[in-house]
């Protein structure tokens, strides 16, 4: 329990840090997670990141994937940056929710509902599935703990990436509802 308790000490001072910096470091109305600027160059971002796996997408678009222990997020499972045309358009990070009841996931939805405007979602359950998007500027985070996962996942994207994810899943599935009313 104690091992636990100080590992979720950890994640909210790590996800606190990486916000009070962000708001430090940014001058602009977006989010600055640990430094790196969302909508912002790609290389500071990678820079920070330490050594990476890098992956090119269909589209063109490049996956950064940190090795190893990670600096900026420690305990992190993994962190991920997405960047195109040399911009940062998204980032993830995956973490142990710690336990029974989603202790860290829960910390970490606290500690963004006291940096961001939340508009979906609400507060992580102890028990059950639990999502929350919050804005700041041109920014969108999505925190979602899922209930029979033992990770949370925090995603930070560019306005404009959320949407364009937004408009591809509703085309998606007014493509999927045509073909099955032509059956």
Not at 16 to 23: L, M, P
Not at 68 to 87: F, I
Not at 132 to 148: C, N, P, Q, Y
């Amino acid at each position: 329990m104690k091992h636990t308790f100080s590992a979720i000490c950890t994640i909210v001072l790590t996800l606190a840090s990486g916000i009070d910096n962000a708001r430090a470091a940014s001058s602009n109305n977006t989010a600055t997670p640990w430094g790196i600027e969302i909508g912002g160059a790609c290389q500071p971002g990678l820079d920070k990141m330490g050594s990476t796996q890098q992956r090119t997408l269909d589209d063109g678009d490049t996956l950064h994937v940190a090795q190893g222990s990670n600096a900026l997020y420690p305990g992190a499972k993994e962190l991920t940056l997405r960047c195109s045309k040399g911009k940062v358009i998204a980032m993830q990070l995956v973490a142990p929710k710690e336990g029974m009841g989603n202790p860290a996931a829960r910390a970490a939805y606290q500690a963004l509902a006291q940096h961001y405007k939340k508009v979906a979602g609400g507060p992580i359950p102890q028990l059950g599935d639990g999502y929350a998007r919050f804005v700041k500027g041109s920014s969108v985070i999505e925190i979602e703990a899922r209930h029979l996962d033992f990770d949370f996942t925090v995603t930070y994207l560019t306005k404009t990436f959320y949407e364009s994810i937004v408009e591809s899943n509703k085309k998606r599935a007014q493509e999927q509802q045509t073909k099955r009313s032509g059956l």
